[in-house]
């Protein structure tokens, strides 16, 4: 496709169930950053990968969440023993080198811990 | 550390106004890029607007332009003859390569009204 597209749109879960959400960046796209948006707050960063380089997993809240990237591209984030404070939408987005670049995001996953 | 601050959580502008969106940052890097994005209802993270930090020139596109102020930190967004299109959240952001991430305010809800 052209764009940055996540999987699943929208994830209902129950709190201590492990869920994955998946990214796949634009084709080419070295770059592939995730960032959480709570309700009424702005974006926050998460985790990022550039090419072959050790991810940058500074932002990630608690050892509950983890990511990895497969061969340079599809992304999947990973939240163990989901908490109600997960809930939010989890956005990915995607540059061709840097974030010097334009980030190009997808349409998010609403994760909803009940 | 980088902070982003958006002190107008909402707004209101009548079809065809103009109305100005306001932002400030804070860092002690000298080199860095701001953006503006716009997400509607759908989700979906769109670039309305980048600058370069070291271009002195204040970056346009079509109804938008930005007020960019280095030595007050300021980047506000001026939108042009709005329309209702334009309603939407608006997000200030900023980005270093020493970070490697962006930064984001917490976001101005703008309705556009007939």
């Known amino acids: 496709g052209a764009g940055v597209s996540q999987s699943p749109s929208n994830k209902v879960t129950e709190k201590g169930k492990d869920v994955e959400l998946r990214c796949d960046p634009i084709s080419g796209h070295t770059a592939l950053y995730w960032y959480r948006q709570s309700l009424g707050q702005g974006l926050e960063f998460l985790i990022y990968?550039?090419?072959?380089?050790?991810?940058?997993k500074s932002g990630l809240p608690s050892d509950r969440f983890s990511a990895e990237r497969t061969g340079g591209s599809v992304s999947t984030l990973t939240i163990q023993r989901t908490q109600q404070e997960d809930s939010a939408v989890y956005l990915c987005?995607?540059?061709?080198?840097?974030?010097?670049?334009?980030?190009?995001f997808g349409p998010g996953t609403r994760l909803t811990v009940l | 550390a980088q902070t982003v601050t958006q002190s107008q959580p909402e707004m209101s502008v009548q079809e065809a106004e103009t109305v100005t969106l306001s932002c400030t940052y804070d860092?002690?890097?000298?080199?860095?890029?701001l953006f503006w994005y716009k997400q509607p209802p759908s989700r979906q993270m769109i670039l309305v607007i980048r600058?370069?930090?070291?271009?002195?020139q204040n970056a346009t596109e079509n109804r938008f332009s930005v007020n960019f102020q280095k030595a007050a930190k300021s980047f506000s967004l001026k939108i042009s003859d709005s329309q209702l299109g334009d309603t939407a959240m608006y997000f200030c952001a900023f980005y270093t390569g020493t970070a490697s991430k962006l930064t984001f305010g917490t976001g101005t809800r703008l309705q556009v009204t007939l």
């Open positions: 860092t002690s890097e000298s080199n860095y890029y």
């Open positions: 600058q370069e930090a070291y271009k002195q």
């Open positions: 990968f550039q090419g072959n380089s050790a991810p940058d």
């Open positions: 987005a995607s540059t061709p080198s840097t974030g010097t670049d334009t980030q190009y």
